[in-house]
């Protein structure tokens, strides 16, 4: 292996951990109520993420919109106040509604729903599958699906 992928590698692996620690942290962190009695962040009462349209990003977008959700969730983590909830949701709403790239297969679509699914749990909220495209049943892979597409097109 060259020092250059070698390189690369590292900080790829080092953002899927993270990710992965930081869905961690929220879910252990997260109240023992469930999404169904949760109180709402939204004001107007919804405890529901809104549906995705569906629309097809470039990576580069994908990718940057998910650095600005893991941000988020590192705030969350730290400090889970009013203002981190918000920031959290305004970045896993504008990542939802962003849509998936046509190259996110579907197994990695069925990862990714389980991170976002993750989050919005974790503020008493929940997210349809069909949001971000995924298969109404979760896959064996889907959790690695998601980590290897996050390795090959959002390289930190």
Do not use: W
Request: glycine share 8%.
């Amino acid at each position: 292996m060259s020092g250059a992928h070698r390189q690369v590698g590292r900080p790829v692996a080092l953002l899927v951990l993270l990710m992965m620690g930081v869905l961690a942290v929220v879910l252990l962190a997260r109240p023992g109520e469930d999404a169904a009695t949760a109180p709402s962040a939204d004001p107007a009462g919804s405890s529901t993420a809104p549906p995705s349209v569906l629309s097809t990003p470039a990576e580069e977008e994908f990718c940057a919109g998910f650095r600005k959700l893991a941000a988020a969730q590192s705030e969350y983590a730290a400090a889970p106040d009013a203002r981190a909830v918000e920031l959290l949701r305004d970045a896993a709403d504008e990542l939802v509604g962003l849509g998936v790239p046509e190259t996110m297969t579907l197994p990695a679509r069925g990862g990714y729903h389980t991170v976002l699914e993750g989050i919005y749990a974790s503020i008493g909220m929940s997210l349809d599958r069909s949001a971000v495209g995924a298969l109404d049943e979760p896959g064996a892979n889907d959790d690695a699906a998601f980590s290897s597409y996050l390795s090959q097109y959002c390289p930190a």
